[in-house]
C-alpha cells in the first residue's frame, strides 16, 4: 500500500490560494489519488480523485506530475470556512473492482486566518 | 435520502462489556467500510465489505467482527471492550464505479 507524506499543518490568510502537497512515492499503476476534508466531529469529505495531470471542480484543484510521485491540491481564495484537516490518499485497488483499501495518513490541518 | 447513518452517537463501555455498532446507507452502495480515528490521528480501516455476504479485514481488524447480510447493513461487533478502543467510529459506504467514499457521522466511545 502507497503512504503518503503530507505537512502537518498550515496557516493562511482569507483570499489567499492555498497548496498542499502530498508525496506518494510508492504509488502503484492502478491507483487513484483522493483528497478528503474533514471537519471537527464530522467524517471527512469527498473533495476531488485524479490519476494524472490536472484536475479541477467547483471548490479545488489537483495537480499530478508525470511521475505521478506526488500531488498538489489547490483552493482558491479560501476563507474562514475551510479550515479542516485535509487527507491525501492513495488507493489499492481500482473503482471498479470488488477490492480497495484505502490508507489515510494523518493530514494536514489548514488554518485559515482572518 | 439520509445517506449513511450510525448509531449511537456517543457510548461508554466498561473493560470487557460487548457491543454492535449500528451503520446503514440508503444509497444502495455495494461497498461499506469501518474506521477508527484516534485524537489527532488519521483514519484507520478496521474491516470493509464489497457486498452482502462479503466482508475482508483492514489495517487493524483484532478485537472487532462484522457481517453484510442485507447492502444497507454493516454492524461493527466489539467483542470484549478494552481501553485501547476507545476512539471514535466512522462507517462509509460507496458506490460500485465510484470512487467517493460517504462516510456517517461517527460514533464516540469510551472505555473504562
Known amino acids: 500500500l502507497a503512504k503518503t507524506t503530507q505537512p502537518i499543518s498550515m496557516d493562511s490568510y482569507e483570499g489567499q490560494e492555498v497548496n498542499i502537497t502530498c508525496s506518494h512515492n510508492n504509488i502503484a499503476t492502478n491507483d487513484y489519488i483522493t483528497w478528503y476534508q474533514q471537519f471537527p466531529s464530522q467524517g471527512p469529505r469527498f473533495i476531488i480523485q485524479g490519476y494524472k495531470t490536472k484536475v479541477t471542480n467547483e471548490v479545488a484543484s489537483l495537480f499530478i506530475p508525470a511521475d505521478r510521485k506526488s500531488s498538489t491540491l489547490s483552493l482558491p481564495r479560501v476563507s474562514l470556512s475551510d479550515t479542516a484537516v485535509y487527507y491525501c490518499?492513495?488507493?489499492?485497488?481500482?473503482?471498479?473492482?470488488?477490492?480497495?483499501?484505502?490508507?489515510f495518513g494523518t493530514g494536514t490541518r489548514l488554518k485559515v486566518l482572518a | 435520502n439520509a445517506g449513511v447513518t450510525q448509531t449511537p452517537k456517543f457510548q461508554v463501555l466498561k473493560t470487557g462489556q460487548s457491543m454492535t455498532l449500528q451503520c446503514a446507507q440508503d444509497m444502495n452502495h455495494e461497498y461499506m467500510s469501518w474506521y477508527r480515528q484516534d485524537p489527532g490521528m488519521g483514519l484507520r480501516l478496521i474491516h470493509y465489505?464489497?457486498?452482502?455476504?462479503?466482508?475482508d479485514q483492514g489495517e487493524v481488524p483484532n478485537g472487532y467482527n462484522v457481517s453484510r447480510s442485507t447492502t444497507e447493513d454493516f454492524p461493527l461487533r466489539l467483542l470484549s471492550a478494552a481501553p485501547s478502543q476507545t476512539s471514535v467510529y466512522f462507517c462509509?459506504?460507496?458506490?460500485?464505479?465510484?470512487?467517493?467514499?460517504?462516510f456517517g457521522p461517527g460514533t464516540r466511545l469510551t472505555v473504562l
Open positions: 490518499l492513495v488507493g489499492e485497488g481500482r473503482a471498479t473492482s470488488g477490492t480497495y483499501k484505502y490508507i
Open positions: 462509509a459506504s460507496r458506490g460500485q464505479g465510484a470512487w467517493e467514499q460517504f
Open positions: 465489505s464489497v457486498g452482502a455476504g462479503i466482508t
